[in-house]
Antibody
């Protein structure tokens, strides 16, 4: 059973870039199965899906991504398969980006793995505050 | 964006009673609907996916129903550990979550 752990700064200044990393243990992000996502939880606004990354298992596949349209202009999700990690970068942050950030595994059905699905394994979450 | 609306915002229930939570989608999502439980300081925990399939290790007192735009999570006999916030999430399109229903002790 995979475990996920977020890491990164808990405080980011306005207009700067938020950077977080999710380390996956107990499974490989690059084996061509699951999609891997970032989700955030605002104190008031609730849960927002940020985006995902996916590796097909081919050595020629550098990972494919998709993002929440409302964040797409500011978000980059990337991966480091050698470390079994995937990362989030959110640029030009404001106080509206203050939230708990979670990484999560996308659930696979018995038939196949799809990018849009439930989230079956979550990290513990990390609080990020945007403040000067 | 598909807007998910949960009701009620707060549900007061006595231990042992039945709890019924509702979730409505702004447009049809088929059966691409999941439910989560979240306790303070913890990540959400997947309870139900595919509108009605319990996730691994979830007790049988949790059941989900519905399709299209109307969905229900039922907890048949509330245990002390079930008092928490419950969220629905659709994944027919890019994922969106409801605002949550808090189940509290009556």
């Amino acid at each position: 059973q995979e475990q996920l752990q977020e890491s990164g700064p808990g405080l980011v200044k306005p207009s700067q870039t938020l950077s977080l990393t999710c380390t996956v243990s107990g499974g490989s992000i690059s084996s061509g199965g699951h999609y891997w996502s970032w989700i955030r939880q605002h104190p008031v606004k609730g849960l927002d899906w940020i985006g995902y990354i996916y590796y097909s298992g081919s050595i020629y596949h550098n990972g494919s991504t998709d993002y929440n349209p409302s964040l797409k202009s500011r978000v980059t999700i990337s991966g480091d398969t050698s470390k079994n990690q995937f990362s989030l970068k959110l640029k030009s942050v404001t106080d509206a980006d203050t939230a708990v950030y979670y990484c999560a595994r996308v659930h696979c059905s018995s038939i196949a793995c799809y990018p849009y699905e439930a989230f079956d394994i979550w990290g513990q979450g990390t609080m990020v505050t945007v403040s000067s | 964006e598909i807007v998910m609306t949960q009701s009620p915002a707060t549900l007061s229930v006595s231990p042992g009673d039945r709890a019924t939570l509702s979730c409505r989608a702004g447009q049809t999502v088929g059966n691409n609907l999941s439910w989560y439980q979240q306790k303070p300081g913890q990540a959400p925990r997947l309870l139900i996916y595919g509108a009605s399939t319990r996730a691994t290790g979830i007790p049988a007192r949790f059941s989900g129903s519905g399709s299209g735009t109307e969905f229900t999570l039922t907890i048949s006999s509330l245990q002390s550990e079930d008092f928490a916030i419950y969220y629905c999430q659709q994944y027919n399109y890019w994922p969106t979550f409801g605002q949550g229903t808090k189940v509290e002790v009556k």
